[in-house]
């Protein structure tokens, strides 16, 4: 069995402006950096085996920072890497809100989501899956920290809770907490979501 601990990335100018990133290489801005050394602190504690992370800066850093302290091996899957958001990319919250019918309409196809000219949910689930079934394959014993990102973790935590990912589905999912995903024999299981960093 490998136990994942995922979690998100730090803070960005992006998520400060409630820009949507999707895959722009977006770095962290000093709030974040103060995040991940936060964090660092509190998983310092040993008991993690490596970390494996997206490869988009803002995640690489945050898991570099974090490894100040523990000092263990770091891997890169560029599969672990943000939801493309194709043409919405760039927008804030506000203007995705002014186009609220289309955006309506692909939140009620659940894991179909795509935004126009993006990737699906189902795409993001799939690859992250794959990501982290083959890591396991070399890793098995092992506690690994995953540092990767909203959309795919919120893919993930739906998926492994039996929802379709709709607009009232009600999985309790928050971005700057710890996930627990287990891998026994190339399943993925839901361990538990939102533990304190």
């Not at 722009?24 to 709030?31: A, G, I, K, S």
């Not at 991940?36 to 988009?56: H, K, P, V």
């Not at 009620?108 to 990737?119: A, I, L, S, V």
């Not at 995953?146 to 893919?155: E, M, Q, S």
Request: with cysteine; net charge negative; glycine share 10%.
């Amino acid at each position: 069995m490998t136990t994942y601990f995922c979690m998100r990335h730090g803070m960005t100018e992006w998520n400060r402006e409630r820009r949507i990133q999707g895959n722009t290489d977006v770095p962290l801005c000093d709030e974040g950096r103060a995040m991940a050394r936060n964090w660092a602190e509190s998983l310092g504690g040993g008991g993690l085996d490596c970390i494996l992370t997206s490869s988009l800066s803002r995640a690489r850093e945050t898991a570099d920072l974090i490894n100040e302290t523990l000092g263990v091996p770091v891997f890169e899957d560029e599969r672990l890497c943000e939801q493309d958001w194709g043409r919405w990319t760039g927008l804030t919250k506000d203007e995705l809100k002014e186009m609220r019918k289309e955006v309506r309409r692909q939140e009620y196809q659940g894991f179909g989501f795509r935004p126009d000219g993006g990737e699906s949910r189902d795409e993001v689930l799939f690859r992250a899956c794959d990501a982290l079934i083959e890591f396991s394959e070399e890793h098995s014993g092992e506690s690994v920290l995953v540092v990767t990102h909203n959309g795919v973790l919120k893919c993930l935590a739906h998926a492994l809770s039996g929802s379709d990912f709709m607009p009232d589905d009600t999985v309790e999912y928050l971005p700057y907490r710890l996930h627990r995903i287990e891998c026994v024999e190339n399943e993925l299981a839901l361990g538990e979501l939102n533990m304190e960093l």
